[in-house]
């Protein structure tokens, strides 16, 4: 059997440019000849996901508990693909997962600990990049403002909470930089990866245990 594959994060406020580098980073990926899906979270399109939508775009009110856990059931409910796929030998770049979502509900005053609890044990992402911008950069970009987290201080907040939860497994990339720039240096970063999962392969790992 091949190489399973690589399970490579974005992570980082909003507005930091997660979704553009992601994208551009699958594309270019497949290019190569590697194998590579775009996964993000949330997952607007299941039942759970059009919870959350709801709430994130301000049709419906919840408590802060609630909307942790339905963020956390939203990736849950994607662990069986995400293991397929990786076991196939696609490797996934994934935009947002349990980071953010402690990092967000840590913001809103839930306890660090209550809010890792539900994502401990999901599948773990074997690299990070946190693209890093300040919030007042970040509100400068197009279209911000819309959704219900998109507010200066709760991101500084949210911003602070990411850099107590990062390990040697995250980069930060500057993310005001051009967006060319960003995309050749995560792609040197990522292509080291492969290149050293080749050559030792890690088995799947569980997150937060
Ligand atoms: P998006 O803009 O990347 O679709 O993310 C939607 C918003 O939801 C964003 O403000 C971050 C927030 N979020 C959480 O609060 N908890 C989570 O678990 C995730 C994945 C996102």
């Known amino acids: 059997m091949g190489r399973r594959g690589l399970f490579i994060l974005f992570e980082g406020c909003d507005r930091s440019g997660k979704t553009t580098q992601s994208t551009r980073l699958v594309e270019a990926l497949n290019e190569s000849g590697v194998k590579a899906k775009l996964v993000k979270f949330p997952d607007r399109t299941t039942a759970i996901g059009k919870m959350i939508d709801e709430y994130l775009t301000q049709q419906t009110q919840l408590d802060d508990h609630a909307i942790h856990l339905l963020f956390s059931a939203n990736r849950w409910e994607a662990m069986d693909q995400i293991r397929t796929d990786l076991e196939s030998g696609t490797t996934l770049v994934v935009d947002r997962y349990a980071f953010s979502g402690a990092a967000f509900s840590a913001a809103k005053r839930l306890s660090l600990?209550?809010?890792?609890?539900?994502?401990?044990?999901?599948?773990?992402?074997?690299?990070?990049?946190?693209?890093?911008?300040?919030?007042?950069?970040?509100?400068?970009?197009?279209?911000?403002?819309?959704?219900?987290?998109?507010?200066s201080q709760l991101q500084l907040e949210v911003r602070a909470k990411f850099f107590t939860l990062m390990d040697k497994s995250w980069t930060?990339?500057?993310?005001?930089?051009?967006?060319?720039?960003i995309h050749s240096q995560i792609m040197t970063l990522v292509k080291r990866?492969?290149?050293?999962?080749?050559?030792?392969?890690?088995?799947i790992g569980k997150l937060w245990t």
Not at 194 to 202: S, V
Request: proline content about 10%; charged content about 40%.
């Open 113 to 151: 600990k209550w809010c890792k609890a539900p994502d401990v044990g999901l599948i773990a992402p074997d690299r990070v990049f946190f693209l890093d911008i300040h919030p007042d950069d970040a509100a400068k970009r197009p279209g911000y403002g819309e959704e219900r987290y998109e507010k």
């Open 172 to 181: 930060v990339i500057d993310a005001i930089k051009d967006a060319d720039q």
């Open 193 to 203: 990866s492969l290149d050293r999962h080749e050559e030792d392969p890690a088995p």
